[in-house]
């Protein structure tokens, strides 16, 4: 059996190919014209836009899935590839007597399998009896980013934002980037992106510790907290995987706003927000305005030009300045870069604006960790401070704003904790996390896959946050979420739907419920 990934045209089978990291992959490969095939149990506009290239996937998973290379070789050939365009779902159903075991064994499928499929998994059961090479996702991603001059973004909070910041600097600036990034862009429409120079631009995700399998040029590595309680059992563990990562990279760039990053990573280029810092790259005269932010960047102790961001939130700034460094490092002109930050729009559930509805302004944001929840909430906060006198300084660039304004006079949390595991073990922070919101709503824990342990709630959740906060509000599912916030909301709110789970199919319904002086353009009867 290989143990090296083959892209000389042995055909791909990824069981759980919807998911955000496996679709990139499988996406790169749809694009190079190797065979693809895959299975999820949920059908996605993901899913879909691989089938639209060719990809071949089934809707369940089971050992059927795998006939179809116990076809002739030529069958299947014709079923897969983006030569051949949209394909029959059909299976085939040649005899195996027809092949001899050594084609047989040649045309098997290199199975790729995310951590979210389960050994037991009827699928992965029988590639393992056929004697498929089977590689984790981030064998794959390892195996790519080897042929690449690569850029890999690690860390607790912000890989997404960052990696994507990233991918559309290099992008603007001509570099051409190939992209795989664990969130959607309008501007590649989608997680992934193929290019046509040496480099690539990844996420590298630390949930499942296969970050110690990738090796890249520049790592960037945002900030280490524990997260993860499903995997990681103590924190040296966790912090051991960021440093065998960091180790297998060639520059780490790093945020020492982190005291972990700063003292167990050592990176070779820092960066930080607070201007006292002594990192390479700094920023000072910050203005959080309503629909940006503004700073002077210092490149070791020089002042080098003003960054303008349509992003909202200290953290925000930190990940554009992480964007600002590797930037540098690939000898951009800083006005380039900057030129590009200012563009960017954002990564969908990333404090995505998704419209403003009776005087209502909605946002959905991927916080699932109590940190992320006190960043987002904090930039929430400083919307409304400054929303009175909305700053034009962003528009003057001849820049739409993401966030279009309006006077905002309460920020209005829904959260959806997302896993019981994290829940269960981050419970005190969580229930510390909601300060900068003037009302919070939770619901049930979305499982993301866990079997519940019986012992943990969204209704203990929400009892421990209201010791610390006097609104909160627990309704037990999303159909009573939604009744609750058409009855509660009011003109002026900033209502930011928070978590990793599906609480964000709510939105749709709540804006058009309060449907009336739409101008963003948004038809709210759109599922996300
Ligand atoms: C589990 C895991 O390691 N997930 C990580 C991985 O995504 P991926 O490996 O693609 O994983 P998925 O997105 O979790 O998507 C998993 C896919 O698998 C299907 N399924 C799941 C179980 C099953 O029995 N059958 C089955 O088909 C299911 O329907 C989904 O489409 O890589 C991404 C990019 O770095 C990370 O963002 C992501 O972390 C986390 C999570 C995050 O940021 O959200
Ligand atoms: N630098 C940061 N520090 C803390 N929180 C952040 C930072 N950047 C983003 N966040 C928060 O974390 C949420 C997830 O951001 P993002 O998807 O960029 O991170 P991630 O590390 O890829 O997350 P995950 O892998 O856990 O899905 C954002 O919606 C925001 O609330
Ligand atoms: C969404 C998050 N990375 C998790 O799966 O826990």
Not at 15 to 40: C, H, K, T, W
Not at 125 to 143: K, M, T, W
Not at 209 to 218: E, Q
Not at 334 to 341: L, T
Request: aromatic letters at 8%.
């Amino acid at each position: 059996m290989p143990n090296t990934v083959d892209f000389n045209g042995r055909p791909f089978h990824f069981i759980g190919i919807g998911g955000i990291g496996m679709s990139a992959l499988a996406y790169i490969l749809a694009q190079r014209n190797l065979p693809v095939f895959g299975s999820d149990l949920q059908n996605s506009h993901i899913t879909e836009r691989l089938e639209a290239m060719g990809a071949h996937i089934f809707g369940s998973q089971d050992a059927s899935n795998f006939d179809i290379f116990k076809t002739p070789k030529h069958n299947w050939e014709s079923m897969a590839s983006g030569l051949s365009g949209k394909i029959s779902s059909e299976k085939a159903t040649l005899p195996r007597e027809s092949s001899s075991i050594a084609q047989l064994e040649q045309q098997l499928p290199q199975v790729i399998c995310s951590t979210a499929i389960h050994p037991e998994n009827p699928e992965y059961q029988v590639a393992r009896e056929l004697g498929c090479p089977i590689f984790h996702r981030s064998d794959l991603l390892a195996a790519l980013m080897a042929e690449y001059q690569s850029i890999a973004v690690a860390g607790t909070h912000g890989k997404t934002t960052t990696s994507s910041l990233i991918a559309f600097l290099l992008l603007k600036a001509g570099l051409d980037p190939t992209i795989l990034v664990g969130g959607e862009v309008n501007a590649w429409e989608g997680n992934a992106r193929v290019g046509h120079s040496p480099y690539l631009v990844a996420e590298a995700d630390e949930s499942d510790g296969s970050l110690v399998k990738l090796a890249s040029h520049i790592g960037v590595v945002t900030n280490i907290e524990l997260d993860h309680p499903d995997h990681y059992k103590t924190l040296d563990q966790l912090i051991s995987t960021f440093r065998i990562f960091a180790n297998q990279c060639e520059t780490i760039v790093g945020c020492i706003d982190c005291t972990m990053v700063r003292d167990y990573l050592k990176p070779t280029i820092s960066y930080s927000i607070n201007s006292q810092s002594n990192a390479d790259y700094t920023v000072d005269a910050v203005q959080y305005l309503a629909d940006g932010i503004m700073a002077q960047v210092y490149e070791r102790g020089e002042a080098i030009g003003l960054l303008k961001l349509q992003l909202l939130g200290a953290h925000n700034l930190s990940n554009a300045l992480a964007a600002v460094a590797v930037g540098r490092l690939l000898n951009l002109e800083f006005s380039v870069i900057a030129q590009a930050i200012a563009q960017f729009p954002g990564t969908k559930r990333r404090f995505e604006y998704r419209g403003n509805y009776g005087g209502i302004q909605f946002v959905d944001d991927y916080a699932h960790h109590p940190s992320e929840i006190r960043v987002t909430l904090a930039a929430a906060r400083g919307r409304l401070q400054n929303s009175s006198g909305l700053s034009s300084t962003l528009s003057e660039a001849a820049i739409t704003p993401v966030h279009p304004g309006s006077e905002i006079k309460r920020v209005v949390a829904i959260f959806q904790p997302h896993r019981y595991s994290r829940t269960e073990t981050l419970m005190e922070d969580f229930a510390l996390c909601f300060g900068d919101a003037d009302l919070v709503m939770l619901t049930e824990i979305y499982s993301a896959g866990e079997a519940n342990p019986g012992r943990i709630s969204g209704q203990q959740l929400a009892t421990r946050v209201a010791e610390h906060h006097p609104h909160v509000d627990y309704q037990s599912s999303l159909e009573a979420v939604k009744t609750r916030l058409c009855q509660l909301l009011k003109p002026g709110d900033l209502v930011l739907f928070l978590g990793a789970g599906n609480l964000n199919r709510v939105i749709p319904e709540v804006m058009a419920f309060f449907q009336s002086d739409d101008n963003s353009g948004i038809n709210p009867t759109v599922t996300a």
